[in-house]
């Protein structure tokens, strides 16, 4: 049998049986310190004897058994991002990173604790631009070290991982110094890099002709510039804004979010509607030390005043971006808002790219696309989509649009703002400066004659009280609500003011919809959730139906999911439910009646069988979806009125 570690240490003279013991006693208070660095600790030994006991017996723990050890990870994680390391060719901390499981910090201070160093974080230093001699540069960078200290004749060095104790004597030879190691986060040790050795992170001429922006404002400025802003606004900040922007745009980003922090700025960017941070490489650290000038850059882009910086503003720019010779228009809608550190800045992308969409392609089950096409033949009423901000309401609304616009019907749209460009339809947008407002456009619609009227969003009583109006006479008119379901658009409707009787007249069709993720079809693997996940929606915790999910990998940047699928809940009124509008029934008594006593299929059971089918998972539709839809769904399952099999 193999013998532990402090056997070995005891046989071998290196600690007393009552020093151990007394290091175990410590242990206690510490349980996640291993028991080597405890005696280091106390004095009782040299990290020195302690390293190569632990390397010439194979003693030194695994950085995945620490971390399970710590209840960090458990052994399908471990395992998976083991395999992903392995495939990736990377570390398996850095696949850890990767795959989301663990924060840099957690990773780095497991790898202090298996090679018994301590953890520094190093934005908590101030370096000194003179410890650049000691240490050359592309030595640094290669091995992923930084001299961060140094008293008299013994340097501080930050490791991302452990050099080996030959490549340490080796380089504590050549400085002529003794080096006290220490671990911190790769991401600090890059940071503390490019201040101490003053590194330049330039991307090669090529890199930059490959991003082909060309700057298009809809404002004709005058010819001359202020030279401050010449000054303070470089060449590498203009780069730095267009890499930023790439990125976004080739990742298909809704969002670009720059976060001003203590020590900097955070990129990060939301791709299918959760914010992620991408490797932007060596300008990670150039955008993190231009912060200021960066945020200066977007605001000249959409003309706001760069001086103000105590104030929220709102504008907006254009891009023309060209890529294999092809050219489309890319508006950016930029908000910006006061912060402790700085100013923070949100950057909503609206790419208006070829092609029109449609029904069909926006990925809504068969049996949801034919009733909404059956109900758009009726030639008046309202039709509604509903849901959160960034569900998807507004590809709904054009590709409704797309479906019943032609040459025989007019069309007009009001919009805050335009995402899309429609052939054959009028499109305005909202400018509540000069008093253009949802309301205001509408009226002015009513004498432009026209079929089929767009709203971008019903907002308030006046808005609404005119769209019925518009349906009352003879219009077909189209809107978003923001509510939780379909039913909820009635409720909300009434408490803006608007009489029941006149929805029972013109209500003809509600949409509730929803986007989940869809599995990553290049890394995706079957696997059981959890108990807690089942219980949830009342599966038993033995069932055999074959759930997957994605492991992560390069494709869906690790992770696991790759675009989105709507979920939907389709509510045309019959003859019945509109009789109970008279009746101002709550939300929880018209669904009732809507869908737990009839055959339509709720959002829930819409996500339930893209899970069945393998497109998404139990995960993410809790995430998604309402709580309340999740406990409707086991009442209905309890009730008979729904079972899994049926999907």
């Given at each position: 049998m193999p013998e532990k570690l402090g056997e070995l240490l005891i046989r071998n003279g290196l600690v007393s049986e009552a020093q151990f013991m007394a290091a175990l006693e410590k242990q206690q208070e510490f349980p996640c310190v291993p028991i080597g660095q405890v005696l280091c600790q106390l004095g009782f030994l040299s990290s020195v004897d302690l390293n190569m006991v632990l390397d010439y017996n194979r003693k030194r723990l695994k950085l995945g058994e620490i971390l399970v050890k710590q209840n960090h990870l458990?052994?399908?994680?471990?395992?998976?991002?083991?395999?992903?390391?392995?495939?990736?060719?990377?570390?398996?901390?850095q696949a850890l990173v990767r795959l989301h499981y663990l924060d840099e910090e957690k990773v780095a201070r497991a790898i202090a604790a298996q090679y018994d160093l301590p953890f520094v974080p190093l934005d908590t230093f101030s370096f000194d631009p003179e410890l650049a001699r000691l240490i050359n540069v592309n030595y640094a960078q290669r091995h992923r070290i930084v001299p961060i200290g140094k008293v008299g004749k013994v340097v501080t060095l930050a490791m991302a991982f452990p050099l080996r104790s030959a490549e340490l004597h080796e380089l504590a030879a050549v400085i002529d110094m003794e080096i006290k190691p220490a671990i911190a986060r790769e991401s600090d040790i890059t940071t503390a890099q490019h201040r101490i050795y003053r590194i330049v992170a330039r991307t090669s001429q090529t890199e930059k002709e490959n991003l082909h922006f060309e700057v298009s404002e809809d404002i004709v400025r005058e010819s001359g510039k202020s030279?401050?802003?010449?000054?303070?606004?470089?060449?590498?900040?203009?780069?730095?804004?267009?890499?930023?922007?790439?990125?976004?745009?080739?990742?298909?980003?809704?969002?670009?979010?720059?976060?001003?922090?203590?020590?900097?700025?955070?990129?990060?960017?939301?791709?299918?509607?959760?914010?992620?941070?991408?490797?932007?490489?060596?300008?990670?650290?150039?955008?993190?030390?231009?912060?200021?000038?960066?945020?200066?850059k977007i605001k000249i882009l959409c003309d706001m005043d760069i001086a103000e910086k105590r104030r929220p503003q709102d504008s907006s720019f254009k891009l023309k971006v060209t890529r294999d010779g092809a050219v489309r228009s890319v508006d950016f809608r930029v908000s910006t808002v006061p912060t402790q550190f700085g100013e923070n800045v949100v950057i909503r992308i609206l790419d208006k790219r070829g092609g029109a969409i449609s029904l069909d392609t926006l990925g809504f089950q068969p049996s949801h696309v034919d009733s909404l096409c059956r109900t758009l033949e009726k030639p008046t009423g309202i039709f509604l989509v509903t849901g959160p901000t960034g569900s998807g309401k507004s590809s709904t609304l054009y590709a409704i649009l797309n479906r019943i616009s032609s040459n025989e019907v007019k069309t007009l749209t009001v919009e805050d703002p335009i995402e899309y460009s429609i052939d054959g339809v009028c499109q305005s947008e909202v400018n509540e400066a000069i008093g253009n407002t949802f309301a205001r456009f509408l009226r002015s619609f009513l004498r432009q004659d026209p079929d089929n009227i767009m709203v971008g969003e019903i907002r308030d009583l006046e808005t609404a009280s005119i769209s019925i109006r518009a349906a009352l006479t003879g219009h077909t008119v189209m809107s978003t609500l923001h509510t939780n379901d379909a039913t909820s658009a009635f409720t909300r409707l009434m408490d803006m003011g608007v009489e029941p009787s006149l929805l029972s007249s013109t209500l003809r069709c509600v949409l509730a919809q929803r986007l989940v993720r869809r599995i990553c079809d290049h890394c995706k693997v079957r696997y059981t959730p959890a108990k807690e996940i089942l219980g949830e929606f009342r599966f038993p915790e033995t069932t055999s139906h074959p759930f997957a999910?994605?492991?992560g990998c390069v494709r869906c940047n690790f992770t696991g999911f790759a675009g989105r699928r709507p979920i939907a809940e389709l509510w045309v009124p019959t003859g019945g439910e509109v009789l109970l509008f008279n009746k101002r029934p709550d939300n929880q008594t018209l669904r009732e009646m809507v869908f737990n006593q009839g055959q339509r299929m709720t959002l829930i059971e819409d996500g339930l069988?893209?899970?069945?089918?393998?497109?998404?998972?139990?995960?993410?539709?809790?995430?998604?979806?309402?709580?309340?839809?999740?406990?409707?769904c086991r009442n209905r399952m309890a009730a008979k009125l729904f079972s899994w099999d049926a999907l």
């Open positions: 458990d052994e399908a994680k471990l395992n998976n991002a083991l395999q992903i390391a392995e495939k990736e060719h990377i570390p398996l901390g030279r401050y802003v010449d000054d303070f606004i470089s060449a590498d900040v203009d780069y730095l804004v267009k890499k930023i922007i790439s990125v976004a745009i080739k990742t298909a980003a809704s969002d670009i979010h720059l976060e001003s922090r203590e020590h900097g700025m955070e990129v990060r960017f939301r791709i299918d509607g959760v914010l992620q941070s991408l490797d932007l490489g060596q300008d990670a650290v150039v955008i993190n030390d231009n912060a200021k000038q960066i945020v200066s999910r994605g492991s069988r893209r899970v069945k089918t393998g497109e998404t998972t139990l995960e993410e539709l809790l995430r998604v979806v309402p709580y309340e839809h999740v406990e409707e």
